[in-house]
């Protein structure tokens, strides 16, 4: 049994053929043009897929679904991209849109709920009742499961954890609001933090290790962190206390098993995790007198969009 799983970023789409069992066989990649045309993004997409399928050689009726994860406020129910400010969706009828390109049935839902139902199947999240998913990529999305079911809230416009308030008319966020947790602790925030840094102490390694990666992108704060350079370390010291402090209000509003952290910034690892895990620990509401809770790396990893869109198939 197989599906299409699709997983749609801020500067990427990734897709791939999964079966049943979670186990990711081809895959395909296309860059997201900035404030391109939604529609002209996805015909681009569909024409994509149909290629993808004819050079691997699958037929229509290998594949039983196409399931896709979109950042921002998803209407799982009808097939709607409500808002997705990284993208600049509006109001797009996402399901009834590849239905027509690509012939296949159609499941849409949060890009970090399909990491989530992905885990939960097949990852870190299949010991847990109830976890939070969080994603840290161009924004900061979540999944959140309890007692083994992916809650979604009203008409799937839950679970936004990223949107929670950190700071009060605080930094600009893509969504509208100011003061978000995605405008602190998102990889875009590291990003313009990182470029501060950057102008104000021209003596730094985060120059040269921007020079040698070819750009500024989220991983220098932490390869010049590993090697030592104090204005790195301050730069993740404080996205730590950002994203542990939106953490921390979630367990004490919620008091899940886990969090699992996935997207890119998480594949800094230990590097990063312990680190938050010290933080939390150190400032968790109630300290020993509540229950703990696990601060895991995604084991799904990467791929945990395309699998989770996937997965919406396979009941």
């Not at 890009?111 to 010991?127: I, M, P, Q, R, V």
């Not at 979604?152 to 600009?172: I, P, T, Y």
Request: charged residues 25%.
């Amino acid at each position: 049994m197989f599906a299409l799983g699709i997983d749609i970023g801020g500067t990427s789409i990734k897709g791939g053929i999964v079966n049943n069992k979670g186990k990711l066989f081809d895959t395909f990649k296309m860059p997201v043009t900035k404030d391109e045309n939604q529609d002209k993004t996805v015909k681009k997409l569909i024409r994509l897929v149909k290629r993808f399928l004819k050079e691997y050689h699958y037929k229509n009726e290998d594949i039983i679904g196409v399931g896709c994860g979109v950042p921002g406020i998803i209407d799982s129910t009808n097939g709607i991209v409500t808002f997705s400010g990284n993208l600049k969706w509006h109001n797009f009828a996402l399901k009834r849109v590849l239905e027509e390109g690509l012939g296949f049935p159609v499941k849409i839902t949060n890009d970090a709920n399909a990491a989530a139902l992905a885990e939960a199947k097949y990852g870190s999240g299949s010991k847990y009742k109830s976890f939070l998913m969080v994603t840290l990529g161009t924004g900061i999305g979540s999944g959140i499961f309890v007692d083994g079911k992916l809650y979604e809230g009203n008409l799937g416009k839950g679970a936004e954890f990223g949107h929670s308030l950190l700071v009060m008319d605080g930094r600009q966020c893509a969504c509208g609001r100011k003061g978000c947790l995605e405008a602190y602790a998102s990889a875009t925030a590291l990003v313009k933090d990182t470029r501060a840094m950057m102008e104000f102490h021209k003596d730094s390694l985060l120059w040269k290790v921007s020079e040698e990666l070819g750009s500024v992108n989220a991983r220098v704060p932490f390869i010049a962190a590993r090697e030592g350079d104090k204005y790195a370390i301050e730069l993740v010291d404080m996205y730590v206390k950002y994203l542990s402090e939106g953490l921390i209000n979630y367990f004490n509003t919620f008091r899940p098993e886990a969090v699992i952290l996935s997207g890119g910034i998480a594949e800094e690892g230990e590097f990063l995790i312990s680190k938050i895990r010290n933080y939390c620990q150190t400032h968790d509401y109630g300290l020993k007198m509540c229950p703990s809770v696990d601060i895991v790396k995604s084991s799904v990893g990467y791929d945990s969009g395309k699998i989770g869109a996937a997965a919406l198939f396979f009941d």
